[in-house]
């Protein structure tokens, strides 16, 4: 049975909602982290906290000794060069090589429901090959892929008091509260046994335009607009940057994705999610 979680990524945007509903589930969590003192004002205090990144051996010997159960939540970067230490998949290959040592029962890693779409981009790449790793590493694995969060739309969709929308999406997301997709990974490390695969979404499909206009509405923190630009002015300003780069091949991705509802066995095994768009800014409002 696992109790005792190492969780790589506890800080991040996604990452801490998980660490927050796996220590209200009740387990044993220990995260590595490069900065102690900023995780140490994210996290509960009775996480326990090691200094490291996934570029050590031995901060990764350390951080997974005793621990029965490994959760990644890893990204690349918008500033991450193609060539070059990737922590989503090099990172992933010390990570399974520590486990093996160790004995560890699992490893569940946070993936992406869009890395399917067909491109070349190297970034899918990387993602890939980090499930590939995973699946080829004799340690039982559990993947999620998730749609949309809706932790993006203050994150990166917000700049100022404007709403950015690029391009034209062709179709609905199912967007997801991390605290939602936080409680199924709670649920989904309770099973013992066996490899599996979620698709992860929310509640309800909503078109990116009618997404911010309802985060818009109710997010009372300060009143927002929305504002268009052609992708073609990203693609631009990406030859000179590769944030912006990054940007147009991700949201380019995003708006072409003919994402379908696909989550009906994960919400029967790990729950629903329950929280709408509206209520998501509604409590963002109040933090």
């Given at each position: 049975?696992?109790q005792?979680v190492l969780?790589i990524?506890?800080t ?10 796996l220590h209200?589930?009740?387990?044993q ?5 490069r900065?102690v003192?900023k995780a140490?004002?994210l996290?509960?205090?009775d996480?326990?906290?090691m200094?490291?990144?996934l ?12 621990m ?9 970067s ?5 060539k070059g230490?990737?922590?989503e998949?090099d990172g992933m290959r010390?990570?399974i ?9 699992r ?10 779409y067909s491109s ?6 990387v ?5 590939r ?14 749609s949309?969060?809706?932790e993006?739309?203050p994150?990166?969709?917000?700049s100022?008091?404007?709403l950015?929308?690029?391009?034209k ?7 997801i ?20 695969h ?6 309800e499909?909503?078109g ?6 309802i985060?818009a509405?109710h ?9 268009k630009?052609?992708?073609?002015i ?8 590769s944030?912006a780069?990054?940007g147009?091949?991700?949201i ?8 379908t509802?696909?989550a009906e066995e ?7 999610p329950?929280t709408t ?5 509604e ?5």
């Open positions: 049975m696992i005792k969780i990524g506890a991040g945007m996604l990452g801490r909602p998980v660490a927050l509903e209200k589930a009740g387990f969590l220990r995260a590595l982290v900065n003192d140490r004002k996290l509960p205090d996480i326990e906290l200094q490291g990144d570029q050590s051996d031995e901060a990764i010997s350390k951080a997974i000794k005793g029965d159960a490994v959760y990644l939540s890893l990204s690349v918008q500033d991450e060069p193609k230490f990737h922590a998949r010390k990570v090589l520590a486990a093996r040592k160790e004995g560890v029962q490893i569940a890693n946070l993936s992406s429901l869009v890395q399917e070349d981009w190297w970034v899918f790449g993602k890939r090959d980090a499930i790793q995973l699946k080829e590493s004799r340690i039982p694995y559990t993947i999620f892929y998730p949309n969060f809706m993006a739309i994150g990166q969709f917000m100022g008091n404007r950015l929308l690029v391009g999406p062709k179709h609905k997301l199912w967007w509260a991390a605290h939602d997709y936080g409680k199924q990974v709670a649920r989904a490390l309770r099973v013992d046994e066996g490899n599996h979620y698709i992860v979404q929310g509640p499909a909503i990116q335009e009618e997404a911010l206009q985060f509405q997010f009372s923190g300060k009143k927002l607009k929305i504002s630009m052609p992708i073609g990203l693609k631009l300003l990406g030859i000179f940057t944030k780069n990054y147009a091949h991700i380019e991705s995003i708006n072409n994705y003919p994402e509802f696909r994960t919400w029967k095994q790990l729950g629903k329950e768009l509206d209520q998501f800014a409590k963002l409002s109040l933090d």
